[in-house]
């Protein structure tokens, strides 16, 4: 029985390849310990297939690190003997799902974000991923860190300003204290990305929003020497939902490009 996964920073998504199944989860953290990995693997995949004889897994996931790498197979080496698994990372899957066996630039803008010249089998990243505390622009944490700045600031509107003290229930002082009181901050801090999606008309929130992506493709992808010669991929809630403004920036640069806010359905067409 074949099963591809799809695994966030936030979410986790399955599909059962034969069955047509598709079920979502919470994302499996894979700098969490291994205790912890087992754990949230035994929760999350059903009994019905976990005990299954013949279980084969295709895992791509954000965070796939060499140590990451080597802990997952020690994991299901020890404790899942029945189970063959294979990990990839997520910025493949985006790939494979956006380009199939074609050329392109594949983007990952969801809870975090990542980019990599794809040559129809392989990625070549352009920079070293260094997560949300050194980079990911364009991100939804990127997104919701910069409206938390200017709300500290006092740069936003009264009205923005009275939805995120109804979003949070703090006001700025005492969210300051939450938010480094959290072992975790990164799902809180990406969650604020809502309020952008809600208000993307309001004009300060556009500039955020413009601000955040053109960091991010200025950075990375941009720095591709022939770029603008490849088509370029979009995955994630951050394309998906903000995808007109996405549109306004590659339209002004003259740049082909798709987005899917889903890949693993489109992996599943790969693999057919």
Not at 37 to 64: R, T, V, W
Not at 191 to 198: D, E, G, P, V
Request: glycine letters at 6%; aromatic letters at 14%; one cysteine or more.
């Amino acid at each position: 029985m074949k099963i591809i996964v799809d695994n966030g920073g936030t979410k986790s998504d399955w599909i059962v390849v034969h069955q047509n199944r598709h079920f979502s989860n919470v994302g499996i953290n894979l700098f969490e310990n291994e205790l912890s990995i087992i754990e949230q693997f035994n929760s999350i995949i059903p009994k019905d297939l976990i005990n299954h004889h013949e279980l084969n897994i295709d895992f791509y996931s954000a965070g796939m690190t060499m140590n990451n790498y080597k802990k997952l197979k020690k994991i299901f080496t020890n404790q899942f003997t029945n189970i063959r698994i294979n990990f990839f990372s997520d910025l493949l899957a985006a790939s494979r799902a956006l380009f199939k066996n074609e050329k392109g630039i594949t983007c990952i803008l969801g809870t975090g974000s990542n980019c990599a010249y794809y040559d129809g089998q392989e990625n070549h990243s352009f920079f070293m991923s260094s997560g949300h505390i050194f980079s990911d622009e364009g991100s939804g944490y990127d997104l919701g860190k910069r409206l938390l700045q200017s709300y500290f600031r006092n740069e936003l509107s009264d009205d923005l300003e009275q939805q995120i003290y109804s979003k949070t229930g703090f006001d700025k002082e005492d969210l300051i204290s939450h938010i480094y009181s959290l072992t975790n901050h990164k799902p809180f801090i990406s969650s604020m990305s809502k309020i952008l999606k809600k208000n993307h008309f309001n004009p300060q929130i556009h500039e955020i929003i413009t601000k955040s992506l053109v960091d991010f493709l200025n950075k990375y992808p941009f720095q591709f020497s022939n770029y603008k010669d490849l088509k370029f991929g979009f995955v994630g809630g951050v394309a998906y939902n903000f995808k007109n403004q996405l549109n306004d920036i590659m339209v002004a640069n003259n740049i082909d490009y798709s987005v899917i806010e889903k890949p693993i359905f489109h992996l599943l067409n790969y693999y057919q």
